[in-house]
């Protein structure tokens, strides 16, 4: 069966246990593909990448909020920044 993989590196279980460190840095700031018997089993995501991902979820769900309140009719209040 074929699989995705959704990485440009790849790297073997094997691979991780011996060097884990390597194995991120081989990556250079983005995942990497950690394979058990060439199929993929998990992602190994640097912290700085997991963080942005973190924050572009929460952008996406606080926008798709604010729209869906638009959606119900409810007026948009403007607000300075310095005001907050």
Do not use: W
């Not at 995705?4 to 073997?12: F, G, H, K, M």
């Not at 018997?37 to 997991?50: G, K």
């Amino acid at each position: 069966m074929a699989h995705i993989i959704l990485a440009e590196v790849t790297a073997s279980v094997s691979e991780l246990k011996r060097n884990p460190m390597g194995t991120v840095a081989a990556g250079d700031g983005f995942a990497v593909a950690i394979l058990n018997r060439n199929e993929p089993a998990f992602y190994c995501v640097p912290a700085d990448a997991y963080e942005a991902l973190m924050d572009r979820l929460e952008d996406l769900e606080l926008n798709a909020l604010a729209d869906a309140r638009l959606a119900d009719g409810q007026a948009p209040q403007k607000v300075s920044l310095d005001d907050l």
